[in-house]
């Protein structure tokens, strides 16, 4: 079974357990902080996947670090994790989990890639744009990239938006090269 | 010295690129989580279809072939050691196509219409999908006319018409590909002006060469350069060396350029040599796309995977254009077993098929065409009237041949009759032998078949047969042309004929001089 068919089932059940509770909102915000020590921490993530440190440990690690700092749901739900010893996917059920809930809330994630840093007004405008594009509540996150060159790249899920310069370029120079230019 | 000013090249530029639209660009993209051995798992490109085309950097292209809950499975053709993991793939929209038009007679290309012969590239203006399906019952009619493929004992016993799908089968180092390519190389009498001034009319030709050695293949294209074939031949190679992917389209390739002559009105015949290859490669993707596998590791898809290919090969009604496409698929055997899994599914499919078998080919019979168990499913309907005639008691006459062979050792024991049809038998046997490369015109054909199964070679010596026949031919040739000429255009055999051969067969035994004093084997 593929890692992400896992990862899948563990947040289904917590979904469906959030459900039952009735305690969506402070999982969620729980699962973030999750996400977020575990991005931040790179020992973390070694100790999670290191089949050397016995399970007991890891459970301690976690427990400790988590005890005072989320509900008691997901605490539990982190040890239900380590028994099981699917305590190296950790980090791919928060974030499918984090997917869900998104998609609970019918919220999409997009990407925007520029230059340089849009100003409050296009950024609103992007936002409604989007919005009414996918019918769906738009939540943004920005990049720069320069390598771009120009213009922007919007990434919705799989679809990519792009309107950047570097993007134009590379079209064009592939239309030069097949030799599509008539010469009179 | 002439030189070009920078406003002449800014108005160039600026007509050039004045239609140039720069809209927003957008595409779907996936991301790489495994590749290797010439597949790539995609995670993402949520909304690709089966057997899509898609980009990955540096030029290279898949094939969508696996749609799975959390991720795609693709298969690369080409060089997949040129992407590594993470990297972006993008969906070209389209499924994968193959260049046809007349430009391709003549080229050696790849599977995915690529040149191969480093003669430049092959300016087409069509692409066609090289996935399609085959026409429906009502666009199709019999098949009526026939294809020669110059080897006298199929023409006379096994003859093939345009439009149909017959097998060649048989252990490796029989005489499979020649059998393919002396066909090949008949059809050059179709492209003369004269056949098709006679109604005949020009056939061209594909040869899809699956998983072979590259030096093989480029003996065989030589061949057919040298034979003046490569004018209406398009060569499709998939070398052994070749991935897996490009090994499995293949034969899809060849038959897309079959069929766009088929579409127009033509006649094309393509040849897979050989399928079993092109099996194995199916085998090898499905394996590692981790589809199930079946009976001998084969996916369970196998058999669609060749009926699909076979099925294209048809004859059009006359209100599609009367087109046809004829398919000689080739199997090869392990020892003989003919009731192993390919094999089989392929016999299945197709209307007919040729055996070949090495006893016969290590007794000097070749092609070593065991006629008892060969098959033509559509038989006298797609042969020469005057053929027809002769071939009847062809048959008959080494069916009971070979019933009696066994007893051929008791030598001067038999009574009469029986010692009649085994020496029948035997120069029967003697004249369908041929040479390589050597295929023989329809009308010469009917002619050794005519003297040979009127009785015309008893008091000839078998090692003798063959150059009776040869030069009963030339002497027909110098003196009697009109004879061939009457069966080329009547392509009937009517009495006046048959009683001018009887003539002339009589004027020549006396002349023929046999190598020693008459002696009957």
Redesign the interface.
Known sequence: M?N??IA?RYATVLMKLTEERNSFDTVSDDIELIKKTLGNSKELLVVLHSPVIPSKTKYSILTELFESKVSRDSLEFVQFIVDKNREELLLNIVRRYLELRDQHLGLINADIYSVLELEEEQKIKLKSRLEELTQKKVRLSYFIDTKIIGGFIIKI???????SLR??LE??EK?LLSGN??LN | MAEVRPDEVSAILRKQLAGFDNEVDIYDVGTVLQIGDGIARVYGLSKVMAGELVEFPNDVYGMVLNLEEDSVGCVIFGDYTLIKEGDTVKRTKRVASFPVGDAMLGRVVNPLGVPLDGKGPVHTEQFLPIERKAYGVIARQPVKQALQTGITAIDAMIPIGRGQRELIIGDRQTGKTSVAIDTIINQKRTHTKESMENGIRPVYCIYVAIGQKSSTIAQVVAKLHEQGAMDYTTVIVASASDSAPLQFISPYSGATMGEYFRDNGKDALVIYDDLSKQAAAYRELSLLLRRPPGREAYPGDVFYLHSRLLERASKLSDAEGGGSLTALPIIETQQGDVSAYIPTNVISITDGQIYLEPNLFNAGVRPAINVGISVSRVGGNAQNKAMRKVAGSLKLDLAQYRELESFAKFGSDLDKATQKTLSKGARLVELLKQGLYQPAPVENQIVSVFIGTNDYLETIRIDDVKRFEKEFIEYVELKYNDIFEKIRIEKALSDTIINSIKKVAEEFLPKFKRSESVALV
């Open positions: 593929s992400l068919n899948n899920e799989d679809t990519i938006y792009d309107a993007r134009q079209l064009l239309r230019l008539i």
